[in-house]
Protein backbone atom coordinates (compact mmCIF):
# COMPACT_ATOMS: atom_id res chain seq x y z
CA UNK A 1 0.00 0.00 0.00
CA UNK A 2 1.76 3.52 -0.78
CA UNK A 3 0.36 5.84 1.80
CA UNK A 4 0.36 10.31 1.50
CA UNK A 5 1.16 10.77 5.15
CA UNK A 6 0.77 14.10 5.78
CA UNK A 7 2.20 16.02 8.81
CA UNK A 8 3.41 19.52 8.94
CA UNK A 9 5.29 18.68 12.25
CA UNK A 10 6.81 15.80 11.27
CA UNK A 11 10.05 15.12 13.69
CA UNK A 12 13.06 12.11 13.62
CA UNK A 13 14.54 10.98 16.84
CA UNK A 14 17.68 13.43 15.84
CA UNK A 15 15.14 16.21 16.63
CA UNK A 16 13.43 18.10 19.44
CA UNK A 17 9.44 16.86 19.47
CA UNK A 18 7.06 14.13 19.41
CA UNK A 19 8.18 11.28 17.11
CA UNK A 20 4.46 9.28 16.88
CA UNK A 21 4.44 9.97 13.32
CA UNK A 22 8.18 9.14 12.55
CA UNK A 23 7.33 5.74 14.93
CA UNK A 24 4.63 4.66 12.71
CA UNK A 25 5.91 5.55 9.33
CA UNK A 26 8.79 3.21 9.60
CA UNK A 27 6.86 0.64 10.94
CA UNK A 28 5.19 0.86 8.08
CA UNK A 29 7.79 0.28 6.16
CA UNK A 30 9.59 -2.31 7.69
CA UNK A 31 5.89 -4.11 6.72
CA UNK A 32 6.45 -3.50 3.51
CA UNK A 33 4.16 -0.02 2.85
CA UNK A 34 5.45 2.70 0.67
CA UNK A 35 5.44 5.93 2.53
CA UNK A 36 5.33 9.64 1.21
CA UNK A 37 5.68 11.66 4.50
CA UNK A 38 4.92 15.42 3.59
CA UNK A 39 6.10 18.02 6.49
CA UNK A 40 7.46 21.15 6.40
CA UNK A 41 10.78 23.18 7.78
CA UNK A 42 9.39 23.44 11.08
CA UNK A 43 11.78 24.51 14.26
CA UNK A 44 12.33 21.57 15.63
CA UNK A 45 13.42 20.21 12.00
CA UNK A 46 16.26 23.06 12.57
CA UNK A 47 14.95 24.20 9.23
CA UNK A 48 16.73 21.89 7.45
CA UNK A 49 18.71 22.65 4.32
CA UNK A 50 17.51 19.79 2.24
CA UNK A 51 14.18 19.63 0.33
CA UNK A 52 13.97 16.19 0.25
CA UNK A 53 15.28 13.03 2.14
CA UNK A 54 14.76 9.37 3.26
CA UNK A 55 14.67 8.54 7.05
CA UNK A 56 14.28 5.37 7.65
CA UNK A 57 12.96 4.28 4.18
CA UNK A 58 10.27 6.93 4.29
CA UNK A 59 10.14 9.56 1.77
CA UNK A 60 10.52 12.78 2.95
CA UNK A 61 9.59 16.58 1.85
CA UNK A 62 10.26 19.25 4.25
CA UNK A 63 8.30 22.11 2.56
CA UNK A 64 10.16 25.58 2.05
CA UNK A 65 6.99 26.62 4.82
CA UNK A 66 8.54 27.63 8.71
CA UNK A 67 6.74 27.40 11.59
CA UNK A 68 7.46 27.90 15.03
CA UNK A 69 6.44 27.94 18.53
CA UNK A 70 7.10 31.89 18.77
CA UNK A 71 5.14 32.69 15.85
CA UNK A 72 1.58 35.20 16.38
CA UNK A 73 -1.72 33.52 15.87
CA UNK A 74 -1.50 35.06 12.21
CA UNK A 75 1.50 33.93 11.39
CA UNK A 76 0.67 30.31 12.24
CA UNK A 77 -2.17 30.63 10.29
CA UNK A 78 -0.49 31.80 6.97
CA UNK A 79 1.84 28.69 7.41
CA UNK A 80 -0.78 26.23 7.98
CA UNK A 81 -2.36 27.91 4.86
CA UNK A 82 0.89 28.03 2.64
CA UNK A 83 1.84 24.59 3.75
CA UNK A 84 -1.49 22.94 2.50
CA UNK A 85 -0.83 24.69 -1.01
CA UNK A 86 2.77 23.13 -1.26
CA UNK A 87 1.58 19.76 0.08
CA UNK A 88 -1.40 19.60 -2.52
CA UNK A 89 1.29 20.06 -5.34
CA UNK A 90 3.44 17.50 -4.26
CA UNK A 91 0.87 15.21 -2.99
CA UNK A 92 -0.88 15.04 -6.56
CA UNK A 93 2.14 14.05 -8.48
CA UNK A 94 2.66 10.52 -6.23
CA UNK A 95 1.91 7.27 -7.06
CA UNK A 96 -0.58 6.81 -3.95
CA UNK A 97 -3.10 4.46 -2.84
CA UNK A 98 -4.48 6.14 0.57
CA UNK A 99 -4.09 9.66 2.42
CA UNK A 100 -3.53 9.79 5.97
CA UNK A 101 -3.47 13.58 7.62
CA UNK A 102 -2.22 13.63 11.50
CA UNK A 103 -3.00 17.55 12.61
CA UNK A 104 -3.04 19.46 14.56
CA UNK A 105 -3.46 21.70 12.43
CA UNK A 106 -6.35 20.88 11.12
CA UNK A 107 -5.95 22.50 8.30
CA UNK A 108 -3.82 19.30 7.22
CA UNK A 109 -7.09 18.31 6.13
CA UNK A 110 -7.15 20.41 3.95
CA UNK A 111 -4.72 18.60 1.15
CA UNK A 112 -5.85 15.41 2.66
CA UNK A 113 -9.53 16.13 1.13
CA UNK A 114 -8.39 17.24 -1.71
CA UNK A 115 -5.44 14.44 -2.94
CA UNK A 116 -8.29 12.10 -1.56
CA UNK A 117 -11.32 13.01 -3.53
CA UNK A 118 -8.54 13.45 -7.20
CA UNK A 119 -7.73 9.40 -6.92
CA UNK A 120 -10.91 8.43 -5.23
CA UNK A 121 -8.98 6.94 -2.46
CA UNK A 122 -9.21 6.66 1.33
CA UNK A 123 -8.55 9.28 3.69
CA UNK A 124 -7.86 8.82 7.10
CA UNK A 125 -8.09 11.89 9.85
CA UNK A 126 -5.79 11.49 12.94
CA UNK A 127 -6.89 14.09 15.69
CA UNK A 128 -4.41 15.01 18.15
CA UNK A 129 -6.14 17.49 19.94
CA UNK A 130 -9.50 19.41 19.93
CA UNK A 131 -9.19 21.68 17.30
CA UNK A 132 -10.45 24.70 17.27
CA UNK A 133 -12.47 23.45 20.44
CA UNK A 134 -9.31 24.44 22.15
CA UNK A 135 -8.43 28.02 20.98
CA UNK A 136 -12.27 28.99 21.04
CA UNK A 137 -12.74 28.09 24.65
CA UNK A 138 -9.09 29.45 25.48
CA UNK A 139 -9.77 32.75 23.48
CA UNK A 140 -7.35 32.64 21.06
CA UNK A 141 -9.93 32.80 18.67
CA UNK A 142 -12.20 35.29 18.95
CA UNK A 143 -13.28 36.69 15.39
CA UNK A 144 -16.77 35.66 14.63
CA UNK A 145 -15.81 34.43 11.47
CA UNK A 146 -12.61 32.79 12.20
CA UNK A 147 -14.63 30.59 14.62
CA UNK A 148 -17.57 29.98 12.20
CA UNK A 149 -14.92 29.08 9.39
CA UNK A 150 -13.06 27.10 11.68
CA UNK A 151 -15.92 24.71 13.15
CA UNK A 152 -17.03 24.25 9.56
CA UNK A 153 -13.25 23.00 8.70
CA UNK A 154 -14.15 20.97 11.91
CA UNK A 155 -17.15 19.32 10.58
CA UNK A 156 -16.25 18.56 6.32
CA UNK A 157 -12.50 17.12 8.24
CA UNK A 158 -14.31 14.70 10.36
CA UNK A 159 -17.81 13.99 7.71
CA UNK A 160 -14.99 13.40 4.85
CA UNK A 161 -13.10 11.20 5.94
CA UNK A 162 -13.39 7.21 6.23
CA UNK A 163 -11.74 6.98 9.59
CA UNK A 164 -11.16 8.96 12.65
CA UNK A 165 -8.16 8.15 15.08
CA UNK A 166 -8.51 10.14 18.53
CA UNK A 167 -5.47 9.84 20.93
CA UNK A 168 -7.60 9.61 23.86
CA UNK A 169 -11.19 8.87 25.21
CA UNK A 170 -12.22 12.88 25.48
CA UNK A 171 -10.88 13.50 22.13
CA UNK A 172 -13.05 10.66 20.41
CA UNK A 173 -16.32 12.46 22.21
CA UNK A 174 -15.24 15.54 21.36
CA UNK A 175 -15.52 14.43 17.61
CA UNK A 176 -18.56 12.98 18.33
CA UNK A 177 -20.08 15.80 19.43
CA UNK A 178 -20.27 17.11 16.21
CA UNK A 179 -22.47 14.59 14.56
CA UNK A 180 -19.90 11.96 13.70
CA UNK A 181 -20.71 7.85 14.70
CA UNK A 182 -18.50 6.50 17.47
CA UNK A 183 -17.85 3.57 15.15
CA UNK A 184 -15.82 5.74 12.66
CA UNK A 185 -13.09 6.86 15.31
CA UNK A 186 -10.53 4.66 16.66
CA UNK A 187 -8.46 5.57 19.99
CA UNK A 188 -4.71 5.04 20.04
CA UNK A 189 -3.22 7.12 22.49
CA UNK A 190 0.48 8.13 22.20
CA UNK A 191 2.60 5.45 22.73
CA UNK A 192 5.88 4.63 25.19
CA UNK A 193 9.17 3.67 23.15
CA UNK A 194 10.47 1.50 25.69
CA UNK A 195 14.12 0.27 23.93
CA UNK A 196 14.64 4.32 23.64
CA UNK A 197 13.70 5.73 27.10
CA UNK A 198 14.58 2.49 29.88
CA UNK A 199 18.10 3.07 29.85
CA UNK A 200 21.14 2.96 32.08
CA UNK A 201 20.98 6.21 34.07
CA UNK A 202 24.80 6.23 33.55
CA UNK A 203 25.88 10.23 31.96
CA UNK A 204 28.15 10.13 29.41
CA UNK A 205 30.73 13.26 30.23
CA UNK A 206 29.85 15.57 27.12
CA UNK A 207 26.40 15.44 28.67
CA UNK A 208 27.62 16.09 32.22
CA UNK A 209 29.97 18.87 30.45
CA UNK A 210 27.46 20.76 28.62
CA UNK A 211 24.41 21.14 31.73
CA UNK A 212 27.03 21.35 34.64
CA UNK A 213 23.82 21.73 36.76
CA UNK A 214 23.14 17.81 37.42
CA UNK A 215 23.97 16.43 40.56
CA UNK A 216 23.11 13.00 40.75
CA UNK A 217 23.16 12.95 44.60
CA UNK A 218 19.51 15.36 44.46
CA UNK A 219 16.18 14.77 43.62
CA UNK A 220 15.79 15.65 40.33
CA UNK A 221 12.32 17.19 38.57
CA UNK A 222 12.40 17.37 34.95
CA UNK A 223 9.82 18.71 32.50
CA UNK A 224 10.55 17.97 28.83
CA UNK A 225 8.54 19.69 26.33
CA UNK A 226 6.65 23.35 24.52
CA UNK A 227 6.64 26.28 26.89
CA UNK A 228 3.81 27.53 25.47
CA UNK A 229 0.56 29.06 26.81
CA UNK A 230 -1.56 26.22 27.54
CA UNK A 231 1.50 24.41 29.80
CA UNK A 232 1.18 27.37 32.35
CA UNK A 233 4.87 26.31 33.60
CA UNK A 234 4.64 29.80 35.92
CA UNK A 235 3.53 26.72 37.59
CA UNK A 236 6.76 24.28 38.18
CA UNK A 237 8.84 27.82 39.24
CA UNK A 238 6.60 28.77 42.05
CA UNK A 239 6.92 24.82 43.20
CA UNK A 240 10.45 25.55 43.27
CA UNK A 241 10.12 28.51 45.55
CA UNK A 242 7.90 26.49 47.68
CA UNK A 243 10.26 23.43 47.84
CA UNK A 244 13.46 25.29 49.05
CA UNK A 245 11.83 26.00 52.34
CA UNK A 246 10.90 22.21 52.21
CA UNK A 247 14.27 20.68 50.89
CA UNK A 248 16.74 22.80 49.22
CA UNK A 249 18.37 20.50 47.78
CA UNK A 250 15.84 19.29 45.16
CA UNK A 251 16.18 20.29 41.85
CA UNK A 252 13.92 21.79 39.19
CA UNK A 253 14.53 21.40 35.65
CA UNK A 254 12.83 22.68 32.35
CA UNK A 255 14.06 21.11 29.04
CA UNK A 256 12.35 22.92 26.25
CA UNK A 257 11.31 26.27 24.03
CA UNK A 258 8.10 28.21 23.32
CA UNK A 259 6.88 31.19 23.28
CA UNK A 260 6.55 31.70 27.03
CA UNK A 261 10.00 30.66 27.70
CA UNK A 262 10.94 34.22 28.51
CA UNK A 263 8.10 35.13 30.83
CA UNK A 264 9.20 31.50 33.53
CA UNK A 265 12.78 32.73 33.09
CA UNK A 266 11.94 36.65 34.14
CA UNK A 267 9.63 35.02 36.87
CA UNK A 268 12.88 32.63 38.08
CA UNK A 269 14.64 35.67 37.90
CA UNK A 270 12.26 37.58 40.02
CA UNK A 271 11.77 34.42 42.56
CA UNK A 272 15.33 34.02 43.18
CA UNK A 273 15.48 30.38 42.09
CA UNK A 274 17.12 30.65 38.56
CA UNK A 275 20.17 28.92 38.60
CA UNK A 276 19.58 27.80 41.99
CA UNK A 277 17.47 24.72 42.24
CA UNK A 278 15.67 25.66 39.16
CA UNK A 279 17.30 25.42 35.83
CA UNK A 280 15.87 26.17 32.23
CA UNK A 281 17.83 23.89 29.50
CA UNK A 282 17.54 24.76 25.83
CA UNK A 283 15.61 21.68 23.71
CA UNK A 284 17.48 18.52 22.84
CA UNK A 285 16.90 15.29 20.28
CA UNK A 286 14.64 12.42 21.38
CA UNK A 287 18.20 11.07 21.13
CA UNK A 288 19.41 12.92 23.30
CA UNK A 289 16.76 12.79 25.56
CA UNK A 290 16.37 9.39 27.12
CA UNK A 291 19.75 10.02 29.32
CA UNK A 292 18.93 13.00 31.16
CA UNK A 293 15.22 11.72 31.73
CA UNK A 294 16.84 8.47 33.25
CA UNK A 295 18.54 10.39 36.02
CA UNK A 296 15.29 12.30 37.10
CA UNK A 297 13.74 11.64 39.85
CA UNK A 298 10.28 12.90 39.06
CA UNK A 299 9.11 13.23 35.71
CA UNK A 300 5.67 15.66 35.20
CA UNK A 301 3.83 17.65 32.99
CA UNK A 302 1.50 20.71 32.87
CA UNK A 303 -1.28 22.40 31.85
CA UNK A 304 -2.87 25.53 33.01
CA UNK A 305 -6.31 24.82 34.46
CA UNK A 306 -8.60 24.06 31.60
CA UNK A 307 -10.44 21.02 31.47
CA UNK A 308 -10.70 21.05 27.95
CA UNK A 309 -7.13 20.87 27.99
CA UNK A 310 -7.21 17.04 30.43
CA UNK A 311 -7.91 15.23 26.82
CA UNK A 312 -4.29 15.78 25.59
CA UNK A 313 -2.38 13.03 24.78
CA UNK A 314 1.18 14.09 26.14
CA UNK A 315 4.52 12.55 25.03
CA UNK A 316 6.42 13.76 28.12
CA UNK A 317 3.95 11.81 29.98
CA UNK A 318 4.48 8.45 28.21
CA UNK A 319 8.21 8.77 27.90
CA UNK A 320 7.68 9.44 31.65
CA UNK A 321 6.32 6.15 31.94
CA UNK A 322 8.79 4.13 29.63
CA UNK A 323 11.47 5.70 31.59
CA UNK A 324 10.45 4.03 34.74
CA UNK A 325 10.28 7.17 36.32
CA UNK A 326 7.10 8.40 38.79
CA UNK A 327 4.76 11.11 36.73
CA UNK A 328 3.48 14.07 38.61
CA UNK A 329 1.07 16.00 36.34
CA UNK A 330 -1.88 18.78 37.70
CA UNK A 331 -4.78 18.10 36.00
CA UNK A 332 -7.75 15.48 36.12
CA UNK A 333 -8.74 13.48 33.14
CA UNK A 334 -7.68 10.23 31.53
CA UNK A 335 -3.64 10.52 32.62
CA UNK A 336 -4.66 11.73 36.09
CA UNK A 337 -7.09 7.92 36.10
CA UNK A 338 -4.19 6.20 35.23
CA UNK A 339 -1.71 7.37 37.50
CA UNK A 340 -4.09 6.83 40.30
CA UNK A 341 -5.92 3.39 39.08
CA UNK A 342 -1.73 1.94 38.93
CA UNK A 343 -0.33 4.13 41.43
CA UNK A 344 2.19 5.03 39.03
CA UNK A 345 2.42 9.02 40.11
CA UNK A 346 1.03 12.27 41.68
CA UNK A 347 -1.74 14.31 40.48
CA UNK A 348 -1.01 17.78 42.40
CA UNK A 349 -3.71 20.76 42.77
CA UNK A 350 -3.68 23.17 39.56
CA UNK A 351 -3.71 26.66 41.14
CA UNK A 352 -2.09 25.87 43.58
CA UNK A 353 2.02 25.25 43.31
CA UNK A 354 2.60 25.39 47.28
CA UNK A 355 0.34 22.57 48.12
CA UNK A 356 1.50 20.80 44.93
CA UNK A 357 5.12 21.13 46.75
CA UNK A 358 3.89 20.02 49.62
CA UNK A 359 2.70 16.87 48.10
CA UNK A 360 5.93 16.44 45.98
CA UNK A 361 7.95 16.78 49.03
CA UNK A 362 5.89 13.70 50.78
CA UNK A 363 6.49 11.57 47.61
CA UNK A 364 10.44 12.34 47.08
CA UNK A 365 10.71 11.63 51.57
CA UNK A 366 9.28 8.00 50.76
CA UNK A 367 11.57 5.86 48.63
CA UNK A 368 9.88 3.02 48.61
CA UNK A 369 6.86 4.60 47.18
CA UNK A 370 8.93 6.13 44.33
CA UNK A 371 10.91 2.89 43.26
CA UNK A 372 6.87 1.71 43.19
CA UNK A 373 5.48 4.23 41.22
CA UNK A 374 8.75 3.90 38.52
CA UNK A 375 7.96 0.65 38.21
CA UNK A 376 4.18 0.50 38.11
CA UNK A 377 4.61 3.30 35.21
CA UNK A 378 6.90 0.56 33.15
CA UNK A 379 4.84 -1.52 33.62
CA UNK A 380 2.29 0.26 31.67
CA UNK A 381 4.87 1.33 29.10
CA UNK A 382 5.54 -2.62 28.24
CA UNK A 383 1.78 -3.29 28.39
CA UNK A 384 -1.12 -0.79 27.87
CA UNK A 385 0.94 1.86 26.02
CA UNK A 386 3.30 -0.29 24.17
CA UNK A 387 4.81 1.64 20.98
CA UNK A 388 4.68 -1.93 19.08
CA UNK A 389 1.13 -2.87 20.32
CA UNK A 390 -0.47 0.71 19.46
CA UNK A 391 1.02 0.12 15.82
CA UNK A 392 -0.79 -2.58 15.01
CA UNK A 393 -4.37 -0.73 16.18
CA UNK A 394 -2.81 1.74 13.58
CA UNK A 395 -2.07 -0.31 10.48
CA UNK A 396 -5.16 -1.68 10.59
CA UNK A 397 -7.30 0.78 10.62
CA UNK A 398 -5.83 1.90 7.55
CA UNK A 399 -6.07 -1.67 6.48
CA UNK A 400 -9.64 -1.88 6.75
CA UNK A 401 -10.68 1.31 5.08
CA UNK A 402 -7.89 0.25 2.11
CA UNK A 403 -9.64 -3.13 1.44
Known amino acids: MNVIYLHQYFCTPSMSSGTR ?9 KRGHKVYMISSKHSHSGFKEKNFSFEEGISVWWLPVKYSNNMSFFQRIYSFIVYCIFAYRIGRKLNYELVF ?47 KLSQYLERISYHLSDKIIALSNGMREGIVDTGIKES ?77 KDKVNLLAKKLGILNNNFYMVPKMSKKKLPQILSISTVL ?64 LEDKKRLQSFGQAGLELAKTVFNRNELYKSFENVLLEVSD
Do not use: H
Not at 109 to 130: N, Q, T
Open 21 to 29: SYEMARRLV
Open 184 to 260: KITVIPNGSDIELFNINSKLDNGLIAQNDWIDTDKDIIIYSGAIGRVNGLSYMAFMAEEMIKLNPSVLFCIIGDGIE
Open 101 to 147: ASSTPLTVAIPGIFLSKIKKVPFVLEVRDLWPAIPIELKIIRNTLLI
Open 300 to 363: TSFVINEKILWNNSANKFFDGLASGKPIMINYEGWQADILYQYSAGIVVPPDDPIAGAKKLYNL
